[in-house]
């Protein structure tokens, strides 16, 4: 299985911050790479596919790069809907794998 | 609107069996290869089982290999999930999720764009 590692696995940020996750794939997985945002009690919701393309209604603050094995999400501007927790995922194979999640937190 | 419906969670024995269904609408259902994806209390995502618009092609999480099996009923719009011997690590949310896509190919395939709410299985004596 391809395994998946997220740091950090909690961020404490501000209102206006410009917010960096990294997820490190364990082999190459081009560039068939998720991100998904889930808040308390909630489903995931996608964010971002194949590394950089934003899926229709997601603000444009989201954003995202990466190739190969390294990839990062970045927010521009952190906004008050933005504290949740954020996946990545693998699709690079028969069988996705997720990372561990990252929390956003009001700092 | 794209909805997802999920239903069948509960109690149940180790051991025991429960069948999860998962209704669809808004969409052509036969068109779209489909995911349960479990997320236990406190924790994260674990992507269980997949299976192709067709209902042809099916993949397991080596986790649930041979104790679970994934169905759909293109007639009726709905996804299943038949869970066996069950275990006390099974407990979790379950969500069935779609991927904007007919077939499954090596690569590229497992993008989820739209997630039901999810329901909760307890697997407890």
């Known amino acids: 299985d391809i395994q998946m590692t997220q740091s950090p696995s909690t961020l404490s940020a501000s209102v206006g911050d410009r917010v960096t996750i990294t997820c490190r794939a364990s082999q190459n997985i081009s560039s068939w790479l998720a991100w998904y945002q889930q808040k308390p009690g909630k489903a995931p919701r996608l964010l971002i596919y194949r590394a950089s393309t934003l899926e229709t209604g997601v603000p444009s603050r989201f954003s995202g790069s990466g190739s190969g094995t390294d990839f990062t999400l970045t927010i521009s501007s952190l906004q008050p809907d933005d504290f949740a927790t954020y996946y990545c995922q693998q699709y690079n194979s028969y069988y996705p794998t997720f990372g561990q999640g990252t929390k956003v937190e009001i700092k | 609107d794209v909805q997802l419906v999920e239903s069948g969670g509960g109690l149940v024995q180790p051991g025991g069996s429960l069948r999860l269904s998962c209704a669809a609408s808004g969409f052509t259902f036969s068109t779209y290869a489909m995911s349960w994806v479990r997320q236990a209390p406190g924790k994260g995502l674990e992507w269980v089982s997949g299976i192709s618009g067709s209902g042809i092609s099916t993949y397991y999480a080596d986790s649930v290999k041979g104790r679970f099996t994934i169905s759909r009923d293109n007639s009726k719009n709905t996804l299943y999930l038949q869970m066996n011997s069950l275990r006390a690590e099974d407990t979790a949310v379950y969500y069935c999720?779609?991927?904007?896509?007919?077939?499954?190919?090596?690569?590229?395939?497992?993008?989820?764009?739209?997630w039901g709410q999810g329901t909760l299985v307890t697997v407890s004596s």
């Open positions: 999720a779609r991927t904007p896509r007919r077939g499954i190919a090596a690569t590229g395939t497992w993008r989820l764009d739209y």
